[in-house]
């Protein structure tokens, strides 16, 4: 077993409404597709009469071209559409990504594993850009 954490996580110094957004245009602007975005803090609201801080996961698949591989693997249905957990931390949010290092690689064939290691990449990339682009917007916007 790793001493390595499971997930890659980025402390963003913004709200979290501002850095859902962020991510979600960083991410398209990278051609990756956010399939679906669950609310979990909404849904343990409804079901469990409990409230809890603002968190979302968002579904995180690549574009059609590209990433041709895993059409042809049997295993990347296992790991696709990537999660990513944003969730609220007050004056700041943290965004959670599964590390790749940390996935078993008996029975992904190494094409396979390529390609998710190159999606995991591209997540990370739209992550340190939304960053990049949230500060600079509040450092210009101070007087």
Do not use: W
């Not at 001493?3 to 245009?25: D, H, M, W």
């Not at 609310?39 to 603002?54: A, D, F, G, K, V």
Request: aromatic fraction near 4%.
């Amino acid at each position: 077993m790793s001493a390595q954490p499971a997930t890659t996580t980025y402390t963003i110094p913004e709200s979290f409404e501002k850095t859902v957004i962020g991510l979600r245009n960083a991410l398209s602007r990278r051609n990756l597709r956010v399939m679906e975005m669950l609310n979990l803090s909404e849904h343990i609201q409804r079901r469990l009469s409990i409230r809890t801080p603002p968190c979302v996961v968002l579904l995180v698949a690549p574009a059609a071209s590209g990433f041709d591989a895993l059409r042809c693997s049997s295993v990347a249905y296992l790991f696709m559409p990537l999660h990513v957990v944003i969730s609220d931390c007050g004056p700041l949010s943290k965004v959670h990504v599964l590390r790749s290092s940390q996935l078993d690689r008996e029975g992904i064939d190494s094409a396979t594993f390529s390609v998710l290691d190159r999606l995991q990449s591209e997540v990370a990339d739209a992550i340190h850009s939304s960053i990049k682009l949230m500060v600079e917007a509040d450092n210009g916007a101070l007087p």
